[in-house]
Structure formats: structure tokens, C-alpha cells
């Protein structure tokens, strides 16, 4: 039987006894999925990718730590989402944008996408994404847990330290800003 039609728990195991062939079969499965989780926070494909591998690292490092093979996928992705928030909120202290500029920026956006029709389900998706990316950052990133990763409200909190209360009107309060930067936009 080959690598590539064992199942995860079998390659896991296989990681655990430092097999270097199970675990770039485990690499090749998830990389694509954890590098999309990182871009989506840090928003810079270097960064992204530097998250990655630290987290494959970080994983196959302390897979004794893993009490249950079957959760692999989700408890990388948790390495994943840790890292990148903690190496967005690093980055990010020394980087001073004027509100101004960000403004400016979606005006831009948001003209470029009246400027075609909008019709098209991926147009939309496209501009809401662009949009999601121009709020607050606490906002974002509780959006992006929420809607795309699926992460519910008390995973969200211990992820971002925010209590389960704080956490439900975090992502109402993002809901509502996105809301009202799409209205102009498209009519929701």
C-alpha cells in the first residue's frame, strides 16, 4: 500500500515515527487548505507562506502532543489560525495606515466595481471579499473565522481572547459594517 492511499490516521502514526515520506504526503494534502486560512489573515503571500510551514513544523514537532489522529486537519488549521493572528498583530504594530488612504482605497474599489455590471455570483463574491479585507481588523479576521472557516462564536472567542458576549457583538458589529460598505455597492 502506498503513501498516498493511506488514510490519515495511518500517516500520522507513520509521522509520529518520523517518517519523513508520510509526512510530505501529509504536507501535499493540507498545504493548499493552510495556506489559504494564513493569506486570508495576514494578507501578504509571503507571510502566508512563511505561516504555513511554521505551523507544519510546529505540528510535526509536537504530533505526541495530538490525542486524537482523527483530528489532525482541524487541530493544524487551529496551528494555522494561531500563528497567522499572531503574526498578523506582530506585523502590524508597525504598520501605521491613514484612514484616508483606506478610504480612498475603497472608493476606488467600489467605483472599479460599478464601473461593470455586477451581475456575476463571482463578481460579487469578489467585491465582498475586497470589501471584508477594508474592515477594521478585528472585524476581519473575527469575520473571516466565522463565515469562511466556520468556526462558531466560542471557538472564535478563545482564538481572538474575546469573551463569548464580546465575541457575538464583535461579528455583529463586523456583519453590520460590511453591510453598510456593500450598500452603496449592491443592494443587499
Excluded at 495576514?42 to 512563511?50: G, H, I, P, R, T
Excluded at 494561531?82 to 472608493?107: G, W
Amino acid at each position: 500500500m502506498t503513501l498516498t492511499t493511506k488514510n490519515i490516521e495511518e500517516l500520522v502514526e507513520l509521522c509520529r515515527a518520523r517518517n519523513q515520506f508520510a509526512q510530505l504526503e501529509v504536507y501535499n494534502r493540507y498545504y493548499k487548505a493552510m495556506y489559504n486560512v494564513a493569506f486570508r489573515i495576514v494578507k501578504d503571500s509571503f507571510e502566508a507562506e512563511d505561516v504555513m510551514q511554521d505551523a507544519f513544523l510546529t505540528a510535526f514537532s509536537k504530533l505526541d502532543s495530538l490525542k486524537d489522529t482523527v483530528t489532525f486537519g482541524s487541530w493544524l488549521k487551529r496551528i494555522v489560525i494561531n500563528n497567522s493572528i499572531y503574526r498578523f498583530n506582530k506585523n502590524s504594530k508597525y504598520q501605521n495606515v491613514p484612514f484616508e488612504h483606506v478610504m480612498h482605497k475603497v472608493e476606488d474599489d467600489v467605483h472599479q466595481g460599478l464601473d461593470s455590471d455586477t451581475s456575476s455570483s463571482s463578481d460579487k463574491a469578489k467585491l465582498v471579499l475586497n470589501t471584508l479585507n477594508q474592515l477594521k481588523d478585528n472585524y476581519r479576521i473575527a469575520l473571516t473565522l466565522h463565515l469562511i472557516e466556520g468556526y462558531d462564536y466560542e471557538e472564535i472567542g478563545d482564538i481572538m481572547n474575546l469573551s463569548y458576549a464580546n465575541c457575538r457583538t464583535t461579528i455583529s458589529r463586523a456583519k453590520e459594517s460590511l453591510r453598510k460598505k456593500l450598500k452603496p455597492i449592491v443592494n443587499y
